[in-house]
């Protein structure tokens, strides 16, 4: 079988309008496979947060292709872009983005709203979601009854309740301080035994030296790229009907 | 591998839709209330400016048609030379075999002779009473009925006996009917038999002094020609009688016979639409346009504070469509709020109003159902741009702006 990546980003640049244009991106090629956990770090300004918009299909490069699943974005329409977003892409952020007025159940059963799929399998899926980040016991808390760590977990059990190709995380642990920091790098670690293909995104080389793959950027370029690690799995297996 | 994607379109369902768009009412109740309360201030207004109006119409025209709307009058008009064309005697009988007629009765006006209260009041003083001489069955037709004393009866109806007006006995200072009660008319003393009711429908019986025909004929010189029939007809015959009744009453000379339904004059009153209505309808109006651009300037905040909500519900995989359609439906939602409040206001001052008055409660249906409409469509149209500017902005932009 040959090697299918979950992500491709291919010769990809991205320039910013102004005078001069900003290039963010000068040129980037990294394919991801299925059940990888890569650290891309960087230091502020390098492109890492462009590369993680680009790869995420929140915005288009100004050259190359990025490819999700093998679906390359530039010839799907905006409305099928959401789609792939909603079915296929999970993000985690460095400010959680939790609404404050609904329960952390409804919260998570957000992360499918725009599946198409029915309330009441969205809460039941966000329930198996919640039991996996270790949080069963609160749903039924809002997340300001949370700690900061709790809060975070809350926002990555969205972003797998639709179990997607890939999760994206930008700065997971940037507001949290160092212990509960710690705890978040090993649920992540955790997800990724279970299977999760995931990518971190971070300023913090220590961070980025406790994932499988080490992708280093700077100046929009990639510099250094510790590779897929040995004897990692990296056909994309079928996905499931979503 | 590149594959040129048809992903299956999905849309949210009403259900989500609906709790997406309430998300900011809940989450902000003294908000969204105060700002839903300028569209329901307008809307109440106009519900009850259209209401009231309804009421008081409903009101009259209930009144009218308790006195009943089948009530036809024939009158002598003019002749060619410009004399009084009088009715022939035989006018009563001929108009009662109309089809459809069910009662005739008759005033005729005595001419020359004038009620006092005694002789020595100077005969200048008339109080502009007529006298005039009226069949014995007058009353139910004309629908009025004797408030104190009695009618004239076919004896009475013989002798000096005079049955006052509700304005006639007012004018001559009666109030009261006692034994050998009498006034002074056409040189000679009537005894007052009874005094009437008002005729709403026919104010000219209030200001008459009514005496019988054979009386009228023996001491005022009455010349027997009837000046006034009434006439009832069947409710479903009233334009048919109406249409005979000149040629009938006087076949020699139609043409000097006027014919009239009070009734008609009076519900012409009721539809006379009051000129404040216009004025108030228009602060109403006012009150709608400020409620919208409330509703506007609510949104284009809501929009500017929601921004990660917008971005993250992006990268959740939202489209601008649904962006578009959540802060649509909010913006709806909220006129709708304010439209059923003020439907609600406005119906309940109306029905306050109309009970103290004692009328039934009518809401027009154009009224409610238009308060409605206009508040769903003041809460689209002005929440159609602040929605396109929510759809409008980039996930990017939502998320990592500082």
Redesign the interface.
Known sequence: MTY?PVLDVDDVTKSYPGEPPVRALRGVTLAIGQGELVGIVGPSGSGK?TLL?LM?T??RPTSG?V?IT???VA??A???V??????RIG?I?Q?F?L?E?ATVLDNVA??L????I??RQRRQRAIDALELVGLGERRGARPTQLSGGQRQRVAIA?ALVGQPAIVLADEPTGNLDQATGQSILALIDQLHQAGSTIVVITHDHAIAERMTRKVEILDGHIVADTGPAAGTDLRLRPLEAS | ?????????????L??LARLSS?GL??RKLRAGLCALGIAIGVASIVAVLGLSASSEAGLLNEINLLGTNLLTVSNGQSFTGGTAELPTTAPAMIGRISGVQQVQTTGTVSGANAYRNPYIPSGNTNALAVQAASLDLLPVVATSVAQGRYLNAASAQEPVAVLGAAAAQRLGIVRIYPGERIWVGGQWFYVAGILRPAVLVSAIDSSVLVGYPAAEKYLGFDAHPSTIYLRARNDRVNAVDDLLAATANPENPSGVNVSQPSSALVAQADAKSALNGLFLGLGAVALLVGAVGVANIMIISVLERR??I????????????IRTQFLSEAVLLGLLGGAVGVALGAASTAVYAYTKGWATVIPTEAWAGGFAASVIIGAVAGLMPALRAARL???QA??AV
């Open positions: 299918t947060t918009q995420g929140l915005d292709r490819r093998g679906l390359d010839t799907m905006d409305d099928d959401a789609y792939l977003r909603a079915t993000f952020f400010q983005f609404n007025h957000d992360g709203l725009y599946a198409g029915p309330l969205r | 591998m590149t594959s040129t994607a048809t992903l299956p379109r999905r849309r949210l369902q259900s989500d998300v809940r989450t990660s909500e971005g993250l519900r992006r990268a959740l995989g939202a489209t601008r469509g649904d980039s996930p990017t998320l990592w």
